[in-house]
């Protein structure tokens, strides 16, 4: 029979595997902050990374890439660095090589990768995140085999900032904390810098947790939250198609 102290062994291996990820994508970080000298080559390279992460470990049903978001008036977002969307129900539109207009509806998530966090970094999260969530959603009944199902509530947008590290002195604490977004269009729900630790508000309360595991922490509170949503609301591609008579 199993003891306590085999119990715990049997789950060193899986903490320390998850710590070699973080550890493995700080190395990557930092090695193209060393060798890229470019601003825009080196945020695509760090996109590029944290999108391979997102990838890795979000099932299937989530599709993750960098693009813009668009309603059906016709508006459209600013360029976004992360947005994970609905694979299933919902294409991407006009897409060119890897630049895609996604539409709102399918949008669960989205992301800005910065180099570090810091207030300019954090306010322009926000701005992006904003930019997504001022957009115009639909939402119609589905018909299926028993009747109709009602038009799915809409509900809030994810938005967060991923980076290497902390810009301020103590990492996640009280500089950090007193420029993180108010409720409103421009709230981060979470985070992760990866030498200092990672934060969200998914429980209503803001929680902040070290730099130790703080990667899959943050990936698997996201997860969470993510599942939390069901699926996206059912386009009304009714709404798009009148832009073409417009």
Do not use: C, M
């Given at each position: 029979m199993a003891t306590k102290k085999d119990r715990i062994a049997d789950t060193a291996w899986m903490k320390e595997s998850f710590v070699d990820v973080q550890t493995e994508l700080a190395i990557k970080l930092k090695r193209a902050a060393q060798s890229i000298s470019h601003a825009g080559t080196h945020g695509a390279v760090n996109e590029d990374?944290?999108?391979?992460?997102?990838?890795?470990?979000?099932?299937?049903?989530?599709?993750?890439?960098?693009?813009?978001?668009?309603?059906?008036?016709?508006?459209?977002?600013?360029?976004?660095?992360?947005?994970?969307?609905?694979?299933?129900?919902?294409?991407?539109?006009?897409?060119?090589?890897?630049?895609?207009?996604?539409?709102?509806?399918?949008?669960?998530?989205?992301?800005?990768?910065?180099?570090?966090?810091?207030?300019?970094?954090?306010?322009?999260?926000?701005?992006?995140?904003?930019?997504?969530?001022k957009l115009h959603r639909t939402s119609v009944p589905i018909s299926h085999a028993g009747g109709t199902f009602d038009a799915k509530p809409l509900f809030s947008i994810i938005a967060g900032i991923v980076a290497a590290k902390s810009s301020w002195a103590d990492g996640l604490g009280e500089h950090f904390l007193k420029h993180l977004p108010p409720e409103n269009m421009e709230k981060l729900d979470c985070g992760c810098a990866l030498e200092d630790g990672a934060f969200d508000s998914f429980d209503e309360t803001l929680k902040v947790v070290g730099s130790e595991g703080a990667l899959i922490y943050f990936l698997f509170r996201l997860l969470a939250r993510l599942q939390s949503l069901g699926t996206v609301p059912a386009i009304d591609w009714a709404a798009y198609a009148s832009v073409i008579n417009k």
């Open positions: 990374h944290w999108i391979d992460i997102f990838r890795s470990y979000l099932p299937n049903r989530y599709a993750v890439a960098t693009g813009l978001v668009i309603d059906s008036l016709g508006n459209r977002s600013d360029q976004i660095d992360i947005v994970i969307f609905d694979r299933h129900f919902t294409p991407t539109l006009l897409d060119q090589q890897n630049h895609r207009y996604i539409p709102v509806e399918a949008v669960y998530a989205v992301f800005e990768s910065k180099p570090h966090f810091d207030k300019s970094y954090i306010e322009y999260a926000g701005d992006k995140a904003a930019s997504v969530r």
